[in-house]
């Protein structure tokens, strides 16, 4: 029983939109389906028609507006006096709507914004009218959601996704759509970004449709993969929302390429198109079953689809000489297969090799292989001289000939005893090393200056080199270049360039070697002056100095014996014999005197214990020899023209014996007078 009335309850409470309260106020509950408002007591309704006089409801709001918006009013007359009333709002939005008196407003917060796109453009609700609990009308609610433009366009993503498209797609063509919505219903159109570095291949003719056609035609062998960005934008708003987005195209391979020789050289940057290499080869005569070495690389050729890679086969076609040359069908290698005649006349070989699709033997290509055979090389190129001399003259000519002495065309030349033509190599190139704007070799050695750059004395030092292109053998020597003046003779030879160029210089060197030795001479005259001035003064010092401390026994009163002594012994240095009187000679050059004479002599000579006197000279450096006499003319007349003249120095006596005056001093003074 309990259990029944509880159903019951619960029926009744579903049921019921409100709950009246005691007094003269009516009462409006607000549950999910209804609405809570209060009216005061003049605002009571007659019980006649106050449920029968409203209507349906059809009002407008837009999303987004805040809590409260004002809706509708709800058309039913109140009347003093009447009984209670409850309103009731139901239906699927009717959480959207509450009621406040005589209005109904909308019920949003922070959090429950009123959205368009979500709710869809209508709110559709009921309002009941009871009348003392019983239902006395019913009406419709329908509120129009206006919409704003409040959001961006979207791409939808499976429209741009990476795809792919095959490189032989025609141009013109459409060869992808992509597709953008906006939830506001705003029309859209399709903007490629010229800024993307492969927007060039496409474009769109019509931007609302949002087909992309390919403008360009595709390479796979250019560029694997493409990538545009891509815009999508309102057109009939103001705020013109937009959006962007990244396409990735793959590009897919197909076999159109044909093979090619490595290493490719392009026809041109933007022209895919290889030209083949030409493969060359060294061997000698004697050479045979071996593999050739080939210049630039071993023969190898590539696919020109890098995508599908389909495999290759090598062949000769042409220049094997009967066999003598075997090519392997798989790698491309090369075999000498027998040595090469040596009677026979052409030494180099040129072969014709063919590359193509195992598959598809239509797609090939074809290079050439030349296979030159070598003669013994047993000395190394030289040049003839190690330094060659070279002049130019300036002038306003962009281009002269450099020569040597005597104006000859200047030629470097080389020499190869290999070659019994007076040893000229053909094979032989010159060139410049490192290379030189004013300056070019030809190949027969003629060098050759661009005369309008050059200035006059200037000179320049060049580096010529001379390959053997056939053994790779190389040798270099150096060119001495000098611009002449315009006007100025090329010398005829060595010693002529260096009178033409050295006459400064040997003016200078001459000058400066004139100055050098006039210092060297300056200075010894200076020394040797110094030496004189220096000697003089201590050769006057010595004899007086020394006769004043040995002889004090003779006197200072005769100095003329000093000077006559003195005198007498520069002169016998001196190598002269002549003297005031007479002719001094030495006493070993007469006959000795007679006995009378000796004896006369010898009384009235004082004895000296030796015939060489000594002047006081402590260092030894003065000697005075006595050995000299004097011989006296004497007068006509006489039997013998000379006589012996006494000793000049009979009267010193330096010992134990000196005199003690003057008049001891035995001179030959007196005869003088």
Same mark, same amino acid.
């Given at each position: 029983m309990s259990r029944m009335f509880c159903l019951l309850l619960w029926q009744l409470l579903l049921r019921v939109s409100c709950h009246v309260a005691a007094g003269k106020n009516i009462y409006y509950f607000n549950s999910y389906w209804c609405s809570f408002s209060t009216?005061?007591? @003049?605002?009571?309704?007659?019980?006649?028609? #106050? /449920?029968?006089? =409203?209507? %349906?409801?059809?009002?407008?709001?837009? *999303?987004?507006?805040?809590?409260?918006?004002?809706?509708?009013?709800?058309?039913?007359?109140? @009347?003093?006096?009447?009984?209670?009333?409850? #309103? /009731?709002?139901? =239906?699927? %939005?009717?959480?959207?709507?509450?009621? *406040?008196?005589?209005?109904?407003?909308?019920?949003?917060?922070?959090?429950?914004?009123?959205?368009?796109?979500?709710?869809?453009?209508?709110?559709?609700?009921?309002?009941?009218?009871?009348?003392?609990?019983?239902?006395?009308?019913?009406?419709?609610?329908?509120?129009?959601?206006?919409?704003?433009?409040?959001?961006?366009?979207?791409?939808?993503?499976?429209?741009?996704?990476?795809?792919?498209?095959?490189?032989?797609?025609?141009?013109?063509?459409?060869?992808?759509?992509?597709?953008?919505?906006?939830?506001?219903?705003?029309?859209?159109?399709?903007?490629?970004?010229?800024?993307?570095?492969?927007?060039?291949?496409?474009?769109?003719?019509?931007?609302?449709?949002?087909?992309?056609?390919?403008?360009?035609?595709?390479?796979?062998?250019?560029?694997?993969?493409?990538?545009?960005?891509?815009?999508?934008?309102?057109?009939?708003?103001?705020?013109?929302f937009n959006i962007s987005t990244i396409l990735t195209i793959d590009i897919e391979d197909v076999d159109d390429q044909y093979p090619h020789f490595l290493p490719c050289t392009p026809v041109s940057p933007r022209v895919p198109i290889c030209m083949n290499p030409t493969y060359t080869a060294n061997i000698t005569r004697k050479q045979q079953d071996s593999v050739l070495e080939f210049s630039p690389g071993p023969i190898r050729a590539r696919d020109g689809d890098r995508g599908i890679n389909a495999p290759l086969m090598y062949t000769i076609l042409s220049g094997d000489n009967h066999g003598k040359f075997v090519m392997d069908n798989r790698t491309g290698e090369i075999r000498l297969a027998r040595a090469v005649d040596e009677h026979q006349p052409g030494a180099n070989f040129t072969l014709t090799v063919m590359v193509c699709q195992v598959e598809d033997r239509l797609k090939y290509s074809v290079a050439t292989v030349v296979v030159r055979v070598l003669s013994e090389n047993s000395f190394p190129p030289v040049f003839n001289t190690t330094t060659f001399k070279g002049f130019i003259i300036q002038s306003s000519s962009p281009a002269s000939i450099v020569s040597t002495y005597g104006n000859q065309v200047l030629q470097v030349q080389v020499s190869d005893q290999d070659f019994s033509d007076q040893g000229v190599n053909p094979n032989i190139r010159f060139f410049l090393h490192p290379t030189s704007r004013l300056y070019q070799v030809t190949q027969e050695g003629v060098l050759i200056a661009r005369t309008d750059q050059l200035r006059a004395f200037d000179r320049h030092i060049l580096q010529v080199v001379a390959r053997d292109e056939e053994s790779g053998e190389e040798a270099s020597a150096s060119v001495d270049i000098e611009v002449l003046q315009r006007g100025q003779a090329v010398p005829h030879g060595a010693f002529t360039e260096q009178q033409l160029f050295g006459d400064v210089d040997s003016r200078l060197a001459g000058g400066i070697a004139a100055l050098i030795l006039l210092t060297f001479l300056s200075a010894f005259l200076f020394l040797l002056l110094r030496f004189v001035r220096r000697r003089r003064p201590q050769e006057a010092d010595v004899l007086p100095a020394t006769t004043t401390l040995k002889h004090h026994k003779v006197s200072s009163r005769s100095p003329g014996f000093m000077d006559e002594a003195l005198h007498r012994q520069a002169s016998l240095r001196s190598g002269s014999f002549h003297g005031r009187q007479g002719l001094y000679i030495r006493r070993q050059s007469l006959p000795p005197p007679t006995s009378s004479s000796s004896a006369a002599d010898s009384r009235t000579r004082p004895q000296s214990p030796s015939s060489e006197v000594s002047l006081s000279d402590p260092a030894g450096r003065c000697r005075f020899q006595t050995d000299l006499f004097v011989m006296v003319e004497k007068p006509a007349g006489v039997a013998s023209g000379w006589e012996r003249s006494p000793d000049v120095t009979a009267g010193l006596q330096l010992h134990a014996e000196m005199p003690q005056s003057d008049k001891d001093v035995n001179t030959d003074q007196s005869r003088d007078t």
């Open positions: 009216l005061t007591a @003049d605002s009571v309704w007659s019980s006649a028609s #106050l /449920c029968t006089v =409203g209507s %349906n409801i059809f009002a407008s709001v837009r *999303e987004n507006s805040p809590a409260g918006q004002f809706i509708s009013h709800i058309s039913i007359r109140s @009347d003093p006096g009447a009984n209670t009333v409850r #309103l /009731c709002l139901t =239906g699927p %939005n009717a959480n959207w709507f509450y009621l *406040e008196g005589r209005t109904i407003r909308l019920n949003s917060s922070a959090s429950r914004v009123l959205d368009r796109e979500v709710l869809g453009p209508f709110l559709i609700a009921e309002l009941t009218c009871y009348e003392d609990d019983i239902k006395q009308s019913h009406y419709r609610i329908l509120v129009e959601i206006l919409n704003e433009n409040d959001n961006k366009p979207k791409f939808l993503e499976e429209t741009i996704q990476p795809f792919s498209i095959s490189e032989v797609v025609a141009v013109n063509s459409v060869v992808f759509t992509v597709k953008a919505v906006d939830s506001d219903g705003d029309m859209i159109s399709y903007i490629i970004d010229q800024s993307s570095e492969d927007a060039w291949f496409f474009r769109i003719d019509l931007p609302n449709s949002g087909k992309v056609v390919l403008s360009k035609p595709l390479d796979y062998e250019s560029r694997t993969r493409l990538q545009i960005i891509m815009w999508a934008q309102e057109t009939n708003t103001e705020e013109k």
